[in-house]
């Protein structure tokens, strides 16, 4: 409902690496080792059923890759809400 309201909105990914502690005496000095990515854009359910069906493939693929080539059931693809995303702007920072 909210997409179909408003389709802005942003995603954000982090992939953290852990704790940088060296030389820190005091815990509130401490840093955190990381990547992050913020995607702005717009956002749109999947209605191709073949469409969504490869997507979530990949996932599957991805993911749990033991039942990878098992086919999906239909009813699991159409009650399933598949979101593109269509970028608009991407930024990433790290901190090493």
Do not use: W
């Amino acid at each position: 409902d909210n997409i179909n309201r408003n389709p802005k909105v942003c995603f954000e990914v982090d992939e953290l690496f852990g704790l940088l502690t060296d030389n820190i005496e005091n815990a509130c000095d401490t840093e955190a080792e990381y990547n992050s990515v913020v995607i702005v854009g717009n956002a749109s359910l999947l209605e191709d059923l073949d469409y969504k069906h490869e997507v979530l493939n990949k996932l599957v693929e991805k993911y749990t890759p033991q039942f990878a080539g098992k086919e999906l059931p239909d009813k699991m693809i159409k009650g399933t809400a598949v979101i593109e995303l269509d970028m608009v702007e991407c930024t990433g920072k790290y901190h090493k």
